[in-house]
């Protein structure tokens, strides 16, 4: 029976319609009377499922339809995969007319291309079906996203949570973001009681005052704080602490960090002893050389006024602050040539003076090649340092010494002297893997503190020797300075990313010598865009490690790399 032309032009009108809310929508719209016949259909059904279009005009059977698309894969709909499923067309048409006649249905269906797509179906009281198609591939892109990055915050605040000396993080308006439960032992108080607050509503306003012009320096000029302080808990005992503040983060995301190295023993009487080797350099490990025996040194007096400490190894440099700031000097660490040269900038600039400067060879190496106009002290101390008689070889590199403006007698560098640093921080040799060292020795380049926090946790976990620095620049200083087993390369860093510090060192060793050896350089990285791995091979990198990181994971990459996987102890 041939429709009439007003039939005709309320159905096209009622197409026009569909197509265009579907249109609007982004969504595929299909409708279906009480008999299972194809009412009206949009066209963005083809993009789903491959059809022939004469399936898709009204009069059209729902199991003719379903037939069709199970031939064109559509059979992976009900696995929770995405895979084929091994079920017959019968029975897969007979589960799918059965949802069709479900009052409501909806799911969430992975198809054989990778899409995910949402199906919904709603039955009116009139029996007619209207069903809809969705493709949400994105937002499961995200939700996937998201729970990976919970997973790492969890991880993150884990591993805080188990640090023995307190933590906290602090945004640009100085708000607690993050802080571990040795922390929150001080006052006494629930996280959650702390989070989102500032120091005004948890401290007295002096005290608190006094945190926030701290931070708020630090925030703003990116300079280091270190302090050694008396930090008071809320069952009245004290702890006697050095105080460490760091930024991190970006341009207009800054965060300030502060972490409280406890030094109460120290404080009781039991003064700090530099006279411990490192922990692959002792013939037993934790044992300290005799006074007088290879392997022992002193720290040099302590100038009086404004001493800066040039020293790459931040605990070593922390416990050095603590001790001129007990003899009565102002003392200041900084662990980078660039924050060397920004501090002396600011200095200047405020008319201070520095009566003293200690600095490692290492620090002294990377400085000689930085523009040093108007940085006389600082240029003497890099030439004097320079040209001093080059200690013995060892594990580690030398400790600072008093160079310029420093009246003190300076510690005896003979033979029978070696550097000294604290143990969990690792120090490289001239060669890789040599014969005569036990313990696997790893440099970890990465910007992030709670990274770096997670990096130290892992790699004392899997028992190697480590040390880590903060930006490709380091990484290439510290590489110079004495060679690693194996290079952990971060690759978006500041001053210097990952793989401009990885060629620099590829370079480097080109127009080495011959016996430098290769290190094997691994890149660490939470990017998971195309081309990224072929960027850092290109850039003389040799394997991929995702983040987040796991000990299985870095255990199973430095067991690849290295050839004496005796020398690592199990993961635990």
Known sequence: MALSENELQRNCCEARTIEGLASTLDIAIA?????????????????????????????????????????????????????????????????????????????????????????????????????????????????????????????????????????????????????????CRIPGLHPKQVIGRTARELVEPELAARFEEVER?????????????????????VMNAITRARRSGTPGHYYVTVSFDDISALALGEKYSPDITSRYDADVPGEEPEAGAPGASALPEAPAGRVLILDQDRDRSALRVAELIEAGSDAVAIASADEALAFLDAVKSFNLAISGIEITVEMATSLSGAALSGHDDLRKAVQERLTREAPPSTDAPSRPEPVAGDEAAAPDTSASTQPVHPQ??????????????????????????????????ILEGIGVDFRIVSNGQEAVAAWRA?????????????????????????????????????????AVTAHAMSG?????????????????????????????????????????
């Open 482 to 522: 004495s060679v690693p087993d194996l290079i952990l390369m971060d690759v978006s860093m500041p001053v210097m990313n990952g793989l401009q510090a990885s060629q620099a060192i590829r370079d480097a060793e080109l127009a080495g010598s011959e016996d430098q050896g290769h290190v094997p350089i691994i």
């Open 31 to 183: 409708i279906f009377d009480r008999n299972d016949i194809l009412v009206a259909v949009s066209t963005q059904f083809l993009s789903f499922f491959s059809v022939s279009p004469d399936l898709l005009t009204p009069g059209a059977r729902l199991r003719d339809l379903l037939n069709a698309m199970y031939d064109a894969g559509a059979r992976v709909l009900g696995s929770l995969n995405g895979k084929p499923r091994s079920i017959s067309r019968e029975d897969w048409v007979a589960e799918r007319i059965a949802i069709h006649w479900r009052e409501r249905y909806e799911s969430v269906e992975k198809l054989p291309d990778g899409r995910w797509i949402r199906m919904r179906k709603r039955r009116l009281p009139d029996g007619v079906l209207i069903a809809t198609i969705q493709d949400v591939s994105e937002q499961k892109r995200r939700d996937a996203e998201l729970s990976r990055i919970r997973h790492q915050a969890e991880l993150a605040q884990h591993i805080l949570d188990n640090l023995v000396n307190p933590v906290i993080v602090k945004d640009s308006a100085l708000r607690y973001v993050i802080v571990n439960e040795a922390f």
């Open 424 to 457: 969990g921080a690792y120090q490289p040799q001239a060669s890789v893997a040599s014969p005569g060292r036990d313990r696997i020795r790893v440099l970890v380049a990465e910007d992030n503190d709670v990274n770096q926090i997670v990096f130290e946790q």
């Open 532 to 572: 990224d791995r072929e960027r850092c091979y290109a850039a003389g990198m040799d394997d991929y490690l995702s983040k987040p990181v796991s000990p299985e994971k870095l255990e199973s990459i430095i067991k690849k790399w290295i050839d004496r996987p005796d020398r690592m102890l199990a993961a635990g």
């Open 217 to 237: 320096h630090v925030l703003e000029t990116g300079m280091p704080f270190d302090a050694k302080e008396d930090i008071y808990r809320a069952d009245g005992s």
